[in-house]
Every structure is written in structure tokens, then in C-alpha cells.
């Protein structure tokens, strides 16, 4: 059996080599992964379901869902992270749907709630987790508001592209084109470099 | 030629597919991708802003509890996974154990179905007991008014109940199983069921002179005793 690595030498490690462990069944990568991404997880899942013992249930699975599917994670698609998290977003839609019967409930600017939410002490990854999170913010304003709207209401709404075209009496073709452009608009702005990694290649 | 143009009429699907919003055309998109470089490319380029999405939501703190109750959940099927693992009467009380500190928690149902199914598994594997075939009934509604579909499969004092449809429950619900011995109802797990109405439910030995396994609906974390009416019945 291999050595085991002491717990700094875990917190060392890129999240790709910790997912061959976490393959490996070793619960101590894993604990890693959680800590460095259980809170994104919990706050998309919060952000999503809206209710804070359903955003538990949600990323419990989707991290449960990590541990034993660490063999489909492929490093040529993408990120752990945004694997992880396309996970945690997808069971949350679910829940949402289950919750709300087949239609998901609109829940689109919660700002208000987060200014009111910055007194209580905060770790320092914590911290700087909602440091990026107001910059991202701040960018995604940038958009026009009809390119938000369609992006926010697919991502965080569970809609598909007919029923927000239905919902906002606009064509099909509108509302894709929408999601277009304001997802290149969002991925030129990371290109031009907003503190945010992803590589900067020209659209192809 | 009519590749290209294909492709660039698909930008605004990819759009779509990347938000995850696709809907039905979403596999036909899939088939396509499969085969075509060009849109992989395209994808692979868009991927950085959905997953920016995420970092832009309100930031909360998880309860520590969630952290806790995964790394039992974990470490509990670690332990049973392990080569050099207990004897099976103690790996089987400790995970025995997890599962029930999670029951008693509000919000961790399909956590809990999951750790039973896996730690079925493991206990199969652990007690080698490659030589019992399991038996298979199927089990009947006990409402006539409901459609159930599920069968009950038994190997040794080890059981599965595979539910196929049962009626949607509420959030605050679950689905207890139960064993029947002697007339008396002898509480065996929780479930929910998937998005799909199916479920995977391990019915917890013993099953020795046992009547039959039934299923009812509870609050959330089960109950002692039946509150409502069996959905339905297998006999053992």
C-alpha cells in the first residue's frame, strides 16, 4: 500500500491529484476537497434552493456523488472544481423541481440579504471568498440586463431555453442569442484579467 | 462546407447547453459534440464563464454538522471498502451505527439510502456469501388506489426492496420500511426516492421468521411505530 501523506502534504496537493486519492478511497483527500470547496458548494446550493436545510441535503449528495464517482471526473473537461460544482447545480435544480413541483421558483437578486450579512467573523479563505464573489458580482453588472436576466434565470432558475422564452414572451432564437452574448461578454471580461483564473485564448 | 455552417449555427445551443438549459435537444447536442472538434473548442473556451456563476452568489458559511456527517459517511465506507477490514459483525455495527446518527437528522434522506445500498454491498463482499441466491418476490399495493411497483430481493438475512413507483411524497417525509415478526412492526430504514419515483432501500436483518417487509410514510427521520397505512406489502 502506499505511504500515507501527513495532512499538509495533502493540503499541498492540486485538486486533480487529489481526486486520484479520493479515486482511491482515502477520506483525508477527500476532507480537502470539501474544505476547499464545500462552501462554494453550500452557497450555490443556498442560492439556488433558497432554504438553507434543502442547500445541506444538496451538497451532501453532490459531494457524496464526488467521493464515489472520483472515476468519471475527467481533467480534459474541466476543473474539479466547476465538475464539482456542475454537480452540486444540477442536484440543487432537481430539488428545486421536486420542491416546487415542476416549475422552479424565481429568486433573483439577493444583494439586499448580502450587505446585511457582513458582520460575523469570517475565516480568512472565507473572507476572500466573498472578497471575489462581490468583484464577480460587480462584473456580471457590467452586463445588459437582458443578457443577465436569460444567464441568471438558466443557471440559477433551472429554466430551459423555451421556458424562458415562453416566460418573457420572446422567440426562442432571442433568448439563446441572449445567452450568447453575455456569456462571451462575461468570458472576454475574464480574458482582459479580473483577478479570476481562466485561460485567456481568443474565442475560437 | 455545410459542417461549418452547421457549427456556427450551433453557438447559441452551445450557450444554452453550457447554462445547462437545453432542455430536449440536449442529447442531440451531445451526439454532435461527440464527433465535431470545433464546437469541443468552442465549449471548452465558454466553460471559464459558467464557471464564474458560481463565485457571483451570495457567500454563506455551511453548518458544521454537514462536514461531520460526510466525513462519517466517508470514512464508514472506507472502512468497509478496505482490504484489511474488521470482521463483518463489527464493520456491519459500525456502519449500522453511522446510519442511524444520520436518520435521527433532519435533511440527509438520500445520504442515508445511499450509505444503506453501499453498505449492503460491502456486507455481501465481507461475508462472502456468494452461495445464497437471492429470491425475488414482488410486492403488492395495499391500496389498490395508488400505483405501486416494486419487488423485494432476498439473500440470506440481507434484503433489497427495489422500488420502480410509489406515490411522491412531501419534503418532510420519508418512506420507512418495516419488518413484520410476530404481528409486531419492527422499524428498518428509511428512504426517498429519486427524481424518477424509483428507489434502492436495504431492509436491515434480521429477516429470520419474519412475516413480510412493508413500507410506510413518515415524517422526516422515520418513526418507532407506523403512523399511516402500509403502501406496500412483500412477503418474506
Not at chain 1, 11 to 27: G, S
Not at chain 1, 159 to 174: D, K, N, V
Not at chain 2, 48 to 77: F, K
Request: overall charge negative.
Amino acid at each position: 500500500m502506499a505511504e500515507k501523506l501527513t495532512p499538509e502534504a495533502l493540503q499541498r496537493l492540486a485538486d486533480e491529484d487529489l481526486m486520484t486519492l479520493v479515486d482511491r478511497r482515502d477520506p483525508d483527500a477527500f476532507a480537502v476537497l470539501y474544505d476547499r470547496h464545500g462552501g462554494a458548494a453550500y452557497s450555490l446550493a443556498h442560492r439556488i434552493v433558497g432554504d438553507p436545510a434543502i442547500a445541506e441535503d444538496v451538497t451532501q449528495e453532490a459531494f457524496i456523488s464526488v467521493w464515489r464517482s472520483g472515476a468519471r471526473f475527467d481533467a480534459a473537461r474541466g476543473s474539479v472544481r466547476s465538475w464539482t460544482l456542475g454537480i452540486v447545480r444540477n442536484r440543487a435544480i432537481d430539488a428545486l423541481r421536486r420542491v416546487s413541483g415542476s416549475a422552479p421558483k424565481l429568486n433573483l437578486d439577493d444583494d439586499a440579504l448580502l450587505e446585511s450579512q457582513t458582520s460575523e467573523e469570517l475565516t480568512d479563505s472565507e473572507a476572500i471568498r466573498r472578497e471575489t464573489s462581490r468583484r464577480v458580482r460587480g462584473a456580471l453588472r457590467e452586463l445588459p440586463d437582458e443578457q443577465s436576466e436569460v444567464i441568471g434565470l438558466a443557471y440559477f432558475g433551472g429554466f430551459t431555453h423555451t421556458e424562458i422564452a415562453e416566460m418573457l414572451g420572446m422567440p426562442l432564437g432571442t433568448v439563446k442569442g441572449r445567452m450568447r452574448l453575455g456569456l462571451e461578454k462575461i468570458r472576454n471580461t475574464l480574458a482582459e484579467g479580473m483577478g479570476i483564473d481562466g485561460p485567456s485564448e481568443a474565442l475560437p | 462546407m455545410s459542417e461549418r455552417r452547421d457549427c456556427d449555427a450551433l453557438r447559441d445551443d452551445l450557450a444554452a447547453y453550457a447554462l445547462g438549459a437545453l432542455g430536449d435537444e440536449t442529447a442531440a447536442l451531445e451526439r454532435h459534440l461527440e464527433t465535431c472538434d470545433s464546437c469541443q473548442a468552442r465549449l471548452r473556451w465558454l466553460t471559464p464563464a459558467i464557471d464564474l456563476l458560481p463565485a457571483a452568489v451570495e457567500q454563506v458559511t455551511p453548518p458544521p454538522r454537514l462536514r461531520e456527517n460526510l466525513m462519517a459517511a466517508v470514512r464508514a465506507e472506507a472502512a468497509d471498502a478496505a482490504p484489511a477490514a474488521p470482521p463483518a459483525a463489527a464493520s456491519r455495527e459500525s456502519w449500522w451505527s453511522a446510519f442511524r446518527n444520520l436518520a435521527m437528522r433532519p435533511a440527509t434522506g438520500m445520504a442515508v439510502l445511499i450509505l444503506l445500498v453501499a453498505a449492503v454491498g460491502a456486507g455481501y463482499l465481507l461475508r462472502g456469501e456468494s452461495t445464497v441466491e437471492p429470491s425475488v418476490v414482488k410486492a403488492e399495493a395495499m391500496n389498490g388506489a395508488v400505483p405501486v411497483s416494486a419487488t423485494l430481493e432476498r439473500a440470506g438475512d440481507d434484503a433489497t426492496l427495489r422500488v420502480n413507483q410509489l406515490p411522491a411524497i412531501d419534503d418532510d417525509q420519508v418512506y420507512e420500511v418495516w419488518v413484520q415478526r410476530a404481528g409486531v412492526m419492527e422499524p428498518r430504514g428509511t428512504f426517498v426516492l429519486e427524481s424518477d419515483g424509483s428507489a434502492v432501500a436495504a431492509v436491515e436483518g434480521p429477516l429470520d421468521d419474519g412475516e413480510a417487509v412493508l413500507v410506510t410514510r413518515e415524517p422526516r427521520g422515520g418513526s418507532a411505530q407506523p403512523t399511516t397505512e402500509p403502501v406496500l406489502s412483500a412477503p418474506l
